[in-house]
C-alpha cells in the first residue's frame, strides 16, 4: 500500500480493476479544509488517461514495475518479438502494447514495462526521439520556402510525417515518437 501523497510520476497503482501510471500530480492546498492530491493517471492496457483527486493519507494499491530494455527482433503475425538484452529471451509483444510501433525498426531498443509480481508485460515505450531515413519525398519548389511550409514524406518504416520542404528522399531525420512530428535534420 502507497500513500497518495507518495505518488510520483512512474508510480503505478492498482485501481478500478486496472494497473494505472502516474504521469503528472500537484499538491493542492484549497484556502480551506485539508490539502489534496490531484493525480493524472493512465491505463496501461488501454491508454485511457483520468485525473483523481484524493486526500492526503489515503491508501492506494501500488504495484511493482520493472522496466527493462528489449532489443525489437522481427514482426510475426500481429505480434511483434523482442529480446530481453540482460537475459536474451525472447518476447513477443502486441502491436497495440507498443508506443510509438510506426516509427521502430529492426534492432531498435524498447523499454519494456512489465508488473514484477505476474511478470506480465504491461507495455512497451519507443524512446522519445528517433532518427529514421527518409524513404520517399517530393522535391520541394523553389521559393516556397520563405513560410514554414511542411509536405508529406514517407519514412524507412513506411509512417508518413510532415516535413520542411528542405528535406529530401535520403535524408536522415530525427522523429518525436509521440506524435511523430519532425524535429530536426541529421548529418551522416
Not at 497518495?4 to 480551506?32: T, Y
Not at 493524472?40 to 485525473?51: A, F, P, Q
Not at 523482442?82 to 529492426?106: C, H
Request: net charge negative.
Amino acid at each position: 500500500m502507497i500513500n497518495s501523497q507518495d505518488i510520483k510520476k512512474g508510480v503505478a497503482v492498482r485501481m478500478d480493476g486496472g494497473i494505472w501510471v502516474c504521469i503528472d500530480f500537484q499538491h493542492r492546498k484549497p484556502g480551506k479544509g485539508n490539502t489534496i492530491m490531484i493525480i493524472k493517471l493512465k491505463n496501461v492496457t488501454d491508454g485511457r488517461v483520468l485525473e483523481r483527486r484524493f486526500n492526503i493519507g489515503e491508501k492506494l494499491e501500488e504495484v511493482q514495475i520493472t522496466r527493462r530494455p528489449y532489443q525489437y527482433l522481427y514482426k510475426e503475425g500481429e505480434d511483434y518479438i523482442f529480446m530481453n538484452q540482460e537475459t536474451y529471451d525472447q518476447t513477443p509483444i502486441a502491436s497495440e502494447l507498443v508506443t510509438g510501433v510506426e516509427y521502430m525498426k529492426e534492432s531498435d531498443i524498447v523499454e519494456v514495462v512489465s508488473d514484477a509480481d505476474t511478470d506480465t508485460v504491461l507495455y512497451a515505450e519507443m524512446p522519445v526521439k528517433t532518427v529514421l531515413r527518409i524513404a520517399h519525398s517530393e522535391p520541394g519548389v523553389k521559393g516556397d520556402t520563405a513560410t514554414n511550409t511542411l509536405k508529406p514524406a514517407t519514412l524507412e518504416t513506411g509512417a508518413e510525417i510532415r516535413v520542411p520542404l528542405f528535406i529530401n528522399e535520403g535524408d536522415l531525420v530525427q522523429v518525436d515518437t509521440r506524435d511523430g512530428s519532425y524535429i530536426q535534420r541529421m548529418k551522416e
